[in-house]
């Protein structure tokens, strides 16, 4: 149990277009959805944190119309890098709170976002 | 949040026992302890959570004294594929977000 799964899982896209990256818990409701970002041989890098059914929260230096978030429902939350540009390539990845256990996170495979 | 300090990088041997220690000197009173595995090109894997003393499941095991200032994660007898990259993370329950530090590189040779 406890499945997240993240579509793409890798995308190429030219330079000053947008890119919609999907996170979804399979099995499970998910109040609380996570985003990170991690560059090559670091850790990853809270970007925001998405409650169903209200506005994100975004942590510090992290552009919110350039990283658009939505979560419509418990299973699913979308990640929209928006006018991306070469130095927004990285490894996006997100994770999701169980509702009826807490403490646990559980991390979708990755989206790796290459910007030509 | 609490700050987590742990070895950059950590070598071993198959069969051989892998202890990785987290400092976490400002842990909360409602903050657990998590231990996550991340793969290259892979999102983070959860291997343990505890509190206090000790918790064991089929993979790992996690020591946490009784000042929880600092956790132990055990590996037991490794093989290649326990190769990674391991993180000890401390937060609290519900909603709160989780900081990932610099984690802890684990090669495994054989």
């Known amino acids: 149990g406890a499945v997240v799964s993240q579509h793409p899982s890798w995308v190429i896209c030219k330079s000053g277009t947008s890119v919609k990256i999907e996170c979804r818990s399979l099995?499970?409701?998910?109040?609380?959805m996570f985003w990170y970002r991690q560059f090559p041989k670091q850790s990853l890098m809270l970007m925001a944190t998405s409650n169903e059914g209200s506005k994100a929260t975004y942590e510090q230096g992290v552009e919110k119309d350039k990283f658009l978030i939505n979560h419509a429902s418990l299973t699913l939350s979308t990640l929209t890098v928006t006018s991306a540009h070469p130095e927004d390539s990285s490894f996006y990845i997100c994770?999701?709170?169980?509702?009826?256990?807490?403490?646990?996170?559980?991390f979708g495979p990755g989206t790796r976002l290459t910007v030509t | 949040l609490a700050k987590t300090t742990q070895p950059i990088s950590m070598d071993s041997y198959e069969g051989q026992e892998v202890n990785i220690t987290c400092s976490h000197n400002?842990?909360?009173?409602?903050?657990?302890i998590t231990w996550y595995q991340q793969f290259p090109s892979q999102g983070p894997r959860f291997i343990i959570q505890?509190?206090?003393t000790k918790v064991t499941n089929e993979v790992a095991s996690l020591f946490i004294p009784a000042d929880r200032k600092s956790s132990t994660l055990s590996l037991p007898r490794v093989s290649l594929s326990d190769t990674a990259v391991y993180y000890c993370l401390v937060g609290v329950a519900a909603g709160n977000k989780l900081t990932f530090g610099g984690g802890t590189r684990v090669l495994v040779k054989p």
């Open positions: 505890g509190y206090k």
């Open positions: 994770s999701a709170m169980v509702a009826a256990r807490t403490y646990e996170q559980y």
């Open positions: 099995d499970f409701q998910a109040t609380t």
């Open positions: 400002n842990i909360a009173t409602n903050d657990y």
